[in-house]
């Protein structure tokens, strides 16, 4: 999962904005609501917005994509949130596994699934979490073991966004349990593939959009050309993948936070009470104002991490720091959001409380919040070259 090649500059951006704000005000905003009750997002919704401009954002040109780099794509993502996070974030594993595929696969894998991915008639689907191993990715127990010419795979995993109606698996696999993190390796798995057996969606109020189920692997045949990555770089490549994603929950979170922070705003300045706007009173006006300041300290936060990945970092503490108070800062944002609009504000007609049930689903994604402050504890005591006995 390589940096973007391209050094970023606005102007990658400039012609794709507005067609993710059309997309996002015209299509996603106005279908929100429906697709919850519904418990499901449409395939089709990932095939119009390929159509939209959304093709493989993280994708060189050269192999049909957009080439953005990470800073830039921050904002694209953010817009997108502002309408439906859930969705958001199940675009965006979409987009990440088209960019691995189009980055580290073999030509065999690229001929057989970078088109379909990027006009978003195959969705992909990263399955790394399992069961009785989530935030500790080295501790996997799904085993992929030679046989003959190739692999059999074994094993459960959980929580796999768009694992309900993915075509195109990324499956993180132990060959070897006595290498350790060197023994893991990657494979493309076709969802259909017999063995791989998908359960039904989880039942989660407020978050049908992320598409998140179980994947049960038994007796699951590969072949030598499913490998995407061979022992050794598979961890090395999940950690990378993983840094990446907590930068992109941040960008999330601005998202819902924005617009949280707007919708507020604009129904508390023409609310009325006691003869005058609500947003009149300070004790809606000031909470408010520290919701702005939050929004910004997290932008920041997220677009330092952002422009590290671009540098060719790992980003590993600027991940964590931007993944842990943007998701803080939007839950608790989007929940003073709410209590402005009172009552108001848990209707389906407002995004707010579908935004407060994904950003608590933030303080999970890609490592709890807990595990983040591990991260920086760790760098804090590297930095002050502090060693525990």
């Not at 949280?260 to 609500?278: D, M």
Request: glycine share 10%; charged share 20%; proline share 4%.
């Amino acid at each position: 999962m390589d940096t973007p090649s391209q050094t970023p500059g606005k102007s990658q951006t400039e012609g794709l904005l507005p067609a993710v704000r059309q997309f996002t005000e015209s299509y996603i905003a106005p279908k929100a609501a429906e697709w919850e009750r519904d418990g499901a997002v449409p395939r089709r919704a990932f095939e119009d917005a390929a159509k939209a401009g959304l093709k493989g954002v993280l994708v060189p040109k050269d192999l049909g994509g957009c080439g953005l780099g990470f800073t830039e794509a921050l904002e694209v993502l953010e817009t997108l949130a502002s309408a439906n996070a859930a969705f958001a974030f199940a675009l965006w594993v979409h987009n990440n596994a088209t960019n691995t595929v189009a980055r580290v696969g073999s030509a065999f894998q690229k001929d057989a699934y970078l088109t379909d991915m990027l006009k978003g008639t195959h969705i992909g689907a990263f399955c790394l979490t399992e069961p009785e191993a989530g935030s500790d990715a080295a501790a996997i127990a799904t085993h992929a073991r030679r046989h003959d010419d190739g692999w059999i795979l074994n094993g459960t995993k959980s929580w796999v966004t768009n694992g309900v109606q993915a075509d195109v698996l990324l499956v993180f696999a132990q060959t070897d349990p006595g290498a350790g993190v060197l023994g893991i390796a990657a494979f493309l798995v076709p969802a259909d593939r017999p063995g791989a057996n998908r359960s039904p969606a989880y039942d989660l109020p407020g978050a049908a959009s992320f598409g998140l189920n179980d994947i049960v692997f038994e007796d699951c045949r590969l072949s030598e050309d499913d490998l995407l990555l061979p022992p050794g770089e598979g961890f090395r490549a999940a950690m990378a993948g993983i840094n990446q994603a907590r930068t992109f929950v941040g960008a999330l979170c601005c998202g819902m936070l924005g617009s949280s922070l707007e919708t507020a705003l604009k129904y508390a300045a023409s609310r009325r009470a006691f003869g005058k706007s609500t947003l009149a009173f300070q004790g809606v006006q000031l909470p408010l104002a520290d919701i702005a300041t939050d929004l910004e300290a997290a932008r920041l936060l997220t677009r330092h991490a952002a422009e590290a990945l671009d540098r060719g970092e790992t980003a590993i503490t600027p991940a964590a720091h931007a993944k842990k108070f943007a998701s803080r800062a939007a839950f608790d944002g989007v929940s003073a959001c709410m209590q402005a609009m009172g009552a108001a504000g848990l209707r389906d007609t407002y995004p707010l409380s579908r935004h407060l049930v994904a950003a608590k689903m933030t303080h999970f994604l890609d490592g709890t919040t807990e595990i983040q402050n591990v991260v920086i504890a760790r760098a804090l005591m590297a930095q002050h070259g502090i060693k525990l006995e």
